[in-house]
């Protein structure tokens, strides 16, 4: 089992930055594939971001390409989200979450075995 700890919600203004974090345990961190995603109050959840297993590939949702960037300290056992121009829309509780096939950066939820609780961010206009 592997527990990952999202933190760094809050709220914002629009335009302003926030960086989430992603603490994992319990398995080795760099076996797996890791991804973002958010569900918005009354939405489905969606994918935001997603990195393999080393760093090297990342893949991004268009709502946020050019604005979010995904990275992962393998030696810390943690994933971030640097976001950054944040829009409203943006509002919602982001989850980290874990995939077993390492070099996997497509983003379908399916893929992810292991979630975090989420953290909220808030951005307000």
């Known amino acids: 089992q592997m527990q990952l700890v999202e933190s760094g919600g809050g709220l914002v203004q629009a335009g302003g930055s926030l960086t989430l974090s992603c603490a994992a345990s319990?398995?080795?961190?760099?076996?797996?594939?890791m991804g973002w995603f958010r569900q918005a109050p009354g939405k489905e959840r969606e994918f935001v971001a997603a990195?393999?297993?080393?760093?090297?590939?990342?893949n991004y949702a268009d709502s946020v390409k050019g604005r979010f960037s995904i990275s992962r300290d393998n030696t810390k056992n943690t994933v971030y989200l640097q976001m950054n121009s944040l829009k409203p829309e943006d509002t919602a509780d982001y989850y980290c979450?874990?995939?077993?096939?390492?070099?996997?950066?497509?983003?379908?939820?399916?893929?992810?075995?292991?979630w975090g609780q989420g953290t909220q961010v808030t951005v307000s206009s």
């Open positions: 979450a874990a995939s077993s096939y390492s070099g996997d950066t497509s983003g379908r939820a399916p893929t992810y075995r292991y």
């Open positions: 319990g398995r080795t961190f760099s076996d797996y594939a």
């Open positions: 990195i393999n297993w080393s760093g090297g590939s990342t």
